[in-house]
C-alpha cells in the first residue's frame, strides 16, 4: 500500500483495476467522465476500455463481457443511464458471469445535469443491489468489494457516488501493483436456458431476485460499511440515554460527522452504504429507544422512506424526519452551512455566530461562456445573419453549444436531453409548417442520439435544417475521442466515421461541409438550405480551440476604430473587453479565429502584430 | 482524533487563471510532510469564464472536502471581486490574499458596466485588519516576466512567505520539482518567488 492524492473518480477507477476489471465500456458526462480515462491511464495489459458510441451500447458491450465472465466496469452520469435503461432493466433477470459494476455519477445541485434523479430508485426500480460511497477513500475500497457481490449473487450492481464524491480530491490509501487481483474471463458457454430472455426465464428469476434481495438485505445488515456509528450517541455521556439520531449516506453523512463536536445530547448515526436492498435489521437496531431521526441525504427522500416502512413493520415509536416533513430542502445538494443549520435545529444548538459582514459592493455574475475563438460562436452567428427576419425555431441540444442561448446570440429556443432537438424541431414543424426548423447537434451528439432522428425526418418527410456542430471532439466533458475522430481509448488509429457519408447514406441531397469562420460563405449556405424542400444538413466544421494551436491574436486600430461596438454587441465573444473606453482585444484569449474582423463595419481589427493597445 | 493543526484554505478566481495547479502543489506540500489533504474543485461547464473555487484542508480531523462559512484560515484570491465572493469563508482573524487585478466577465463587457476591481479591494481594506490582508498586483508580474500563466505562482508564493499556511517556502519548491514540466520550472520559480511583502 502507499499514499496517493488522488480525485474520486480516479480512485474509482484504480479501485476497478485493482480488482483486475477486464472491460470497461462509458459515454462521457460529468462527473463520471474521469472514471473511463484514469482507467485507459492506468489500465494492466488484462483492461480493455473503450468511449462507446452511448450509454445503451457500453451497457450492452459491459453485458456481453461479463456473460462471457470478464469482470466489466460501464461508466456515465445519472441521465446517461437513461439511454441504457433499456437493456438495463432486462439485463437484471438475465444476470452475469464475471462481476459487473454499473458506474452512474448522481449530480445533486445540479451542477452540471439537466436533472436531479436519483440512481438509487433506478436501484430499487431495476431491483439491482447499490453501493453509495461516502468519502474518496471508501469509494477506491467499495468498488474492490461491488465486483466480489457482483460475482457472488450472479448480478449486476450499482456503483453510485455523487458529485462531491467523483470530483473530490484525497490522499488515500491505494494498492501496490503486486496486490492486484488478476481475473481471467473463462470465455461465453453458449445456454440458451440462461442468456435469452423468454417470459418464462423471467418469470422464474424473478422470483429469484427478490427472494436473493430479502438475503442480501441481511448480508448488508453485516456489511462493514453499513454502521451504526456510536450506538450510545457520537461523542455522548456515560449513562446518557440516546433519544436522538441521524441517518445519513454519501456525502452527507461525511458532511454530517464534521459538524459534530462534543455536544450533551450527541445522536446516534445510522450509515448507510446500500441503499438498496436496505439493511434492514440494522436498521432496526439503529432505531430501537430512539425518539426522533433526521435523515440528511440528497435528491430524493429513500433513507427517510425505508425508516418510516420499518419503523411501522416493526412498531417502532420514532419520529422521522427529513424531506418528507419538510425538515431538509427538497431540492439541490446538501452544502456544509446546510447540514450545520439541519443539525442545529435538529439538536437544539445555538448555530455559530455569522461574521457581521456589511453588504459588499455588486460582484459581477460569471456565467460560463462559449470560449473566445470558439467555432459554435461563428456557426450561430451565420445562421442568426441568414435567417435574419423569418419565422424560425433554433432546437438545441446537449454539449457546449448550449451556451449558444445567451445575450447576445440567443440562439437556443430549445434543449432537452441528448438527439432530442432534432424531433422537436420536427414537432414544431408539424404544428407550425410555415416556421423554418433548425436542429442544432454536436458531432459527439451526433453520433450517440441524432441519427435516428434523422431518419425519422427523412422517412416522414419533415422540413427542417440540420445543423452538424463538428469541432473534431467531445468539448463540453473535456474532449473525449468519438467515433468521427479517428482515435479510440486504446490509443489506436482507426479510420474516421464520416458524418457527410452517413446523411447522404440516410437519402439527404443537401449536404454541405463548410467552414464557420468564414462568415460570408457560412451565411450563404444556411441561405441555400433553408430554400429547399425537405431534410437539409450543414456540417460547420471547425476544431475547437482547446485542441489546436492558436492563431495570432488580432489587434484594433485604435485610429480606425469608430467605437460603434458592434463586435460586442453582436457576438458577444469574451475576448473582446473594453479599457478605458476603448474597445480592446485582450491577446490572452484571443485566439485570432477572425469572426469579429468580418463583421466590423470599418475594418478595424486585424492581425497587425502589434500589442492592442 | 489527533492533535494535527487543521488548515483550512479556500482558492478562488476565475476560469483558466490556475487556481487548481496552486491547490495542488500545496496539497503535494503538505503530503510530503506525512499531513492529510482533501479537496474539492469546481469542474465542468463552470470552468468557461465561470467563477472557478478549490476548498483544500490539511489535517487529520475531517471526513468532507467542503468548508462551511467561516472556516478558512486563508484565502487566496485570484481576482478581487472572486475574493470578495468568498469572503464569507473566513474566519475570524483569517488572512486574505488576494489580487487586484480584475477578470471583466463578458456580461460586464455587454452591460458597460463600471466594474474595475478596485471597490472590491476597497471593501477589503474596510474590513480586516490591515496584518490579515495582503493585496497584490498580479499584473505588475505578468508584465515583467512576460507570461500571462505565472499569476497562480506569483500568488502562491505571496501566501506562502505570510505563513499562515504553514508549509515553507522549500516544501512547495520540492512539489514543483515533481508537478511542472522541467521546460517551464524557471519562470515558475521566478514567479513564485517575485512578490515580497
Redesign the interface.
Known amino acids: 500500500m502507499h ?1 496517493e ?1 488522488l480525485m474520486g473518480n480516479a480512485a474509482i477507477a484504480r479501485g476497478a483495476i485493482a480488482a483486475g476489471v477486464n472491460l470497461v465500456a462509458g459515454y462521457p458526462g ?2 463520471s467522465t474521469e472514471a473511463l480515462e484514469t482507467v485507459a491511464k492506468y489500465r494492466t495489459q488484462d483492461t480493455y476500455v473503450e468511449w462507446s458510441v452511448n450509454e445503451k451500447s457500453a451497457m450492452e458491450v459491459a453485458a456481453g463481457a461479463a456473460y462471457s465472465g470478464a469482470r466489466a466496469l460501464v461508466t456515465m452520469k445519472q441521465v446517461g443511464l437513461n439511454v441504457a435503461s433499456d437493456p438495463l432493466m432486462s439485463l437484471e433477470y438475465v444476470g452475469v458471469k464475471g462481476g459487473m459494476v454499473i458506474l452512474v455519477a448522481d449530480d445533486p445541485g445540479p ?2 445535469s439537466q436533472t436531479e434523479q436519483d440512481t438509487r430508485h433506478y436501484s430499487y426500480f431495476s431491483k439491482l443491489p447499490c453501493f453509495d460511497p ?3 477513500q471508501e469509494a477506491y475500497e467499495m468498488i474492490q468489494e461491488a465486483f466480489e457481490f457482483s460475482e457472488k449473487y450472479g448480478t449486476p450492481v450499482f456503483f453510485r457516488p455523487t458529485t ?1 464524491i467523483c ?5 488515500i490509501e491505494v494498492k501496490d501493483e503486486d496486490e492486484y487481483l488478476h481475473h481471467q474471463a473463462d470465455g461465453f458457454k453458449k445456454d440458451t436456458s440462461r442468456w435469452v430472455i423468454f417470459p418464462r426465464l423471467s418469470y422464474d428469476n424473478h422470483k429469484k431476485i427478490e427472494a436473493r434481495n430479502v438475503e442480501l438485505s441481511g448480508v448488508f445488515s453485516e456489511y462493514s460499511r453499513n454502521a451504526v456509528i456510536a450506538e450510545k450517541g457520537i461523542y455522548a455521556k456515560e449513562d446518557q440515554p440516546v433519544k436522538k439520531g441521524i441517518a445519513a449516506g454519501g ?1 452527507s ?3 454530517t ?3 459534530l463536536s462534543e455536544a450533551a445530547d450527541a445522536p446516534r448515526i445510522l450509515k448507510v452504504a446500500t441503499p438498496h436492498p436496505f439493511p434492514e435489521q440494522l436498521a432496526v437496531r439503529f432505531l430501537e429507544g430512539l425518539d426522533e431521526v433526521l435523515v440528511i441525504e440528497e435528491l430524493d427522500p429513500v433513507i427517510e422512506k425505508e425508516l418510516v416502512y420499518i419503523a411501522g413493520k416493526y412498531h417502532l415509536n420514532v419520529t422521522v424526519k427529513g424531506k418528507l416533513t419538510g425538515d431538509t430542502e427538497t431540492a439541490g445538494e446538501n ?3 446546510l447540514v ?1 443549520g439541519y443539525l442545529d435545529s435538529f439538536l437544539g444548538r445555538t448555530p ?1 455566530g ?2 457581521d ?2 453588504a ?12 473566445a475563438g470558439c467555432p459554435h460562436r461563428a456557426s450561430f452567428y451565420a445562421v442568426k445573419t441568414a435567417m435574419k427576419g423569418k419565422k424560425t425555431i433554433f432546437c438545441g441540444d446537449i454539449g ?1 453549444y448550449t ?1 449558444g442561448n445567451a ?2 446570440l440567443d440562439m437556443v429556443d430549445t434543449c432537452l436531453c441528448m438527439g432530442a432537438g432534432i424531433n422537436i424541431a420536427q414537432g414544431v414543424f408539424r404544428t407550425e409548417p410555415d416556421t423554418s426548423a433548425f436542429a442544432f447537434v454536436g458531432d459527439s451528439t451526433f453520433f450517440a442520439s441524432a441519427i435516428t432522428g434523422i431518419v425519422n425526418a427523412v422517412y416522414n418527410q419533415a422540413e427542417m435544417t440540420v445543423i452538424i456542430l463538428d469541432n473534431s471532439t467531445t468539448a ?2 473535456g474532449h473525449q475521442p468519438h467515433p468521427g475522430t479517428g482515435r479510440t481509448m486504446m490509443g489506436e488509429v482507426v479510420s474516421k466515421v464520416s458524418i457527410e457519408a452517413i446523411l447522404k447514406g440516410i437519402g439527404l441531397e443537401f449536404v454541405e461541409t463548410v467552414n464557420p469562420l468564414e462568415l460570408d460563405k457560412a451565411v450563404d449556405a444556411v441561405k441555400r438550405a433553408s430554400e429547399q424542400k425537405g431534410v437539409k444538413a450543414i456540417i460547420f466544421k471547425s476544431p475547437c480551440i482547446a485542441i489546436v494551436k492558436p492563431d495570432k491574436a488580432l489587434t484594433i486600430d485604435q485610429d480606425k476604430c469608430i467605437g460603434c461596438k458592434r463586435c ?2 453582436e457576438i ?3 475576448g ?3 479599457n478605458d473606453g476603448k474597445v480592446c482585444i485582450d491577446p ?1 484569449l484571443c485566439t485570432g479565429c477572425g469572426l469579429c474582423a468580418q463583421l466590423c463595419p470599418v475594418k478595424a481589427i486585424g492581425a497587425m502584430g502589434g500589442d492592442g493597445k | 482524533m489527533s492533535n494535527t493543526v487543521n488548515k483550512n484554505i479556500v482558492l478562488c478566481g ?1 476560469g483558466g487563471q490556475g487556481t487548481v495547479l496552486a491547490s ?1 502543489l500545496i ?2 506540500a503538505a ?1 510530503e510532510k506525512g ?7 469546481t ?9 472557478v473555487f478549490s476548498n483544500l484542508r490539511i489535517g487529520d480531523s ?10 478558512a484560515d486563508v484565502i487566496l484570491g485570484f481576482e478581487p ?2 475574493t ?2 468568498m ?2 469563508y ?1 474566519k ?1 482573524g483569517g488572512t486574505v490574499i488576494t489580487n487586484c487585478r480584475p477578470v ?7 452591460t ?2 463600471s ?1 474595475d476591481g478596485t ?2 479591494i476597497a ?1 477589503l481594506r ?2 480586516l485588519a490591515p496584518e490579515k490582508l495582503l493585496v497584490v498586483d498580479g499584473q505588475a508580474a505578468i508584465d515583467e516576466l512576460g507570461s ?1 500563466r505565472i499569476l497562480n505562482m506569483v500568488l502562491l508564493g505571496a501566501a506562502i512567505r505570510t505563513g499562515e499556511i504553514g508549509l515553507t517556502e522549500d516544501d512547495i519548491k520540492k512539489a514543483m520539482d515533481r508537478l511542472i514540466k522541467p521546460a517551464f520550472m524557471e519562470m515558475n520559480l521566478k514567479a513564485f518567488g517575485f512578490y515580497r511583502a
Do not use: W
Not at chain 1, 470530483?167 to 490522499?171: C, I, K, N
Not at chain 2, 471583466?104 to 455587454?110: D, G, S
Open positions: 499514499t492524492f460529468t462527473p451542477i452540471s461516502s468519502s474518496v462531491r470530483h473530490a480530491y484525497a490522499s456525502i453523512l461525511a458532511l460527522l464534521d459538524n452544502s456544509p452551512n450545520a455559530a455569522k461574521a459582514l456589511p459588499p459592493p455588486p460582484i459581477p455574475v460569471r456565467p460560463p461562456v462559449l470560449c457546449c451556451l445575450m447576445p463540453m466533458t460586442i454587441k458577444g465573444c469574451p473582446i473587453v473594453i490572452g | 476565475v495542488k496539497a503535494a503530503m499531513l492529510r489533504v482533501m479537496s474539492a474543485e469542474i465542468g461547464m463552470a470552468q468557461r469564464g465561470g467563477n475531517m471526513h468532507a472536502p467542503l468548508l462551511q462559512s467561516g472556516q471581486g472572486e470578495v465572493r469572503l464569507h473566513l475570524p471583466k466577465p463578458t456580461t460586464a463587457t455587454l458597460g458596466s466594474y471597490e472590491m471593501y474596510e474590513n500571462p
